[in-house]
DNA sequence: GAGAGTGTTGTAAC
DNA sequence: GGTTACAACACTCT
């Protein structure tokens, strides 16, 4: 779920809520979610919401940064007066009530509305840094696949020395963040390219095929509020992202291939299911 | 009821 | 140095 476009969709939300507000009492359910000392941020105010790669930052006024990854199944929700501020929410157990069995991190805010951080599986974190040690978290990751950073000679550059099959490739962050599973998957068939092919393999048109069918799949999941299955992902206000009634591959085993009528198959490449139509991505 | 599979990614081992 | 395997965890599906 939580791909470049839902945590996009999530901080643009969040920003919209929370920037001015002051921090009053931070509640820690889980202990290894949060990193950091949460003490320094009561009393501190919001000024701004930010994304970068698959990590969340909220900024502080004195300068310390709440960076989170949400990993697979961690969600933030908003709660304002006692309600949720957009109705529409999945009817998950797991979201009737706040805090739930799964709220890991709660955050009161001095005008009592509240901020929670839902994880199922634990995987995702909270991490407070200063601002000035920001450069070292992300100094192993690559540009956004939707930054002007990314181009044809970029990624030609990167895949030369890499044998690696090519979704694997795309899929790292060190080359470029935010192309999660389900993204590599439908770019690879908007493309017509084999997700087994070896990175190295593609000729300069085939990786400016691939860039620019990468950058319409990640906008268009963006455009729809990112993908959810099963309801595991929604944005803060609990509503339920729509990408997944435009994907072309994930999911799909069995069902047509909307470039060639061919058929979609599952396998798994470097232990990640993998759709693709064996007919038109050669 | 046991066992496999799940959208992420850092780390260790090969 | 590139690549693979696995762990972190809780839940659903077969």
């Known amino acids: 779920m939580p791909e470049l476009p839902e945590v996009e969709t999530i901080a643009k939300k969040l920003k919209s809520v929370v920037v001015g507000r002051k921090i009053e009492e931070i509640q820690i359910f889980n202990p290894k979610t949060f990193q950091g000392d949460a003490q320094l941020l009561l009393s501190q105010e919001i000024v701004d919401v930010s994304r970068r790669a698959k990590i969340i930052e909220m900024v502080f006024a004195n300068d310390y940064v709440l960076l989170t990854h949400l990993k697979m199944t961690g969600q933030y929700l908003f709660q304002n007066d006692g309600d949720l501020i957009a109705g529409g929410h999945p009817t998950n157990d797991w979201q009737e009530q706040l805090p739930g069995k ?40 690559g540009p956004d696949i939707i930054s002007p950073e990314v181009t044809t000679d970029y990624l030609l550059s990167q895949f030369k020395r890499r044998k690696m099959p090519i979704k694997q490739a795309i899929m790292l962050n060190e080359i470029v963040c935010g192309v999660g599973n389900i993204y590599a998957c439908d770019s690879l068939n908007l493309a017509k390219i084999s997700p087994f092919r070896p990175a190295q393999s593609l000729s300069r048109e085939e990786v400016d095929i691939l860039l620019s069918s990468m950058k319409v799949i990640i906008n268009k999941a963006i455009e ?23 994907v072309l591959t994930y999911g799909r085993e069995g069902k047509n291939c909307y470039n060639c009528g061919g058929t979609i198959q599952k396998t798994k490449l470097g232990g990640r299911g993998t759709y693709f139509c064996p007919d038109c991505q050669i």
């Open 102 to 141: 799964h709220t890991r991190v709660q955050i009161n805010f001095e005008d009592k509305s509240k901020l929670f951080f839902n994880d199922m599986r634990k995987f995702g974190w909270l991490r407070l840094v200063a601002a000035s040690s920001l450069e070292t978290v992300y100094s192993a990751l």
């Open 224 to 246: 729809y509020g990112g993908t959810t299955f099963d309801g595991k992902y929604v944005d803060i206000e609990g509503k339920a992202g729509s990408y997944q009634t435009k």
